[in-house]
């Protein structure tokens, strides 16, 4: 700071425009130069028909009307320059004005999560993830010493049951073929030797038969 200025202080920095105002102000001018191009062409036409008008009949009125033709196409060639710049310019501002908008996003999405980050720790995070398994593999022996029925004696002989399955599939065939007429296999008797004689014997003889073996020994005992 200058000696003036520790005297009688220094002026306040006044704040810049913001790029919107900027931006703005530049496209104002351009609507303002493309208005001055179109006047300045309009006169250059003029001036061309005054200069042919004039060409035979009156050369002085038609060397004015050309160098007056010069003049605005002068002028009209630094105002296309000054468009350029000021396009430029503008462009520049908006690439400017894009990139704070993005930059301020980027920034309020950083801050919003490290805010969100700023009580976690990752050995904390590492550790309730290490708890989170440890419960699960307890939760799951748990579940499996639960469905696990060595409790309450059931420890039976396969052996055991297996002659026991078949003896009541052997009881359900008997009771079918019983309900069939069949006789079980099982139950079939030992077939006995016949008694009885031959056929013809051992039949009751009828009343005629009895009258004619009586009359055979009468005879013999009369010879």
Do not use: C
Not at 25 to 36: F, G, Q, V
Not at 104 to 122: I, Y
Not at 142 to 157: H, K, L, R, Y
Request: aromatic letters at 4%.
């Amino acid at each position: 700071m200058s000696f003036l200025g520790k005297i009688f202080g220094s002026k306040k920095e006044e704040k810049g425009p913001s790029t919107e105002d900027a931006i703005q102000k530049l496209r104002s001018t351009e609507e303002m130069l493309i208005k001055k191009q179109e006047f300045l062409e309009k006169k250059i036409e003029q001036e061309v028909a005054i200069a042919k008008k004039n060409g035979t009949t009156n050369k002085r009125a038609a060397l004015q009307a050309l160098k007056r033709k010069k003049r605005y196409e002068q002028q009209l060639a630094q105002i296309d320059g000054t468009m350029l710049t000021i396009e430029q310019q503008r462009e520049a501002l908006e690439g400017a004005n894009t990139n704070t908008a993005v930059l301020t996003t980027m920034k309020t999405a950083a801050d919003a999560l490290k805010s969100a980050h700023q009580n976690m720790n990752v050995d904390d995070v590492h550790n309730m993830m290490d708890d989170i398994a440890e419960s699960q593999d307890l939760s799951k022996e748990i579940s499996e010493a639960i469905s696990n029925p060595v409790a309450f004696g059931t420890d039976v002989d396969e052996d055991e049951l297996q002659k026991e399955l078949e003896e009541l599939e052997q009881e359900e065939l008997d009771k079918e073929l019983l309900n069939t007429g069949k006789t079980p296999v099982n139950d079939l008797p030992t077939p006995a030797v016949p008694t009885f004689e031959p056929s013809g014997r051992g039949k009751a003889k009828t009343k005629a038969e009895e009258d004619d073996d009586e009359m055979k020994e009468l005879a013999n005992w009369a010879s």
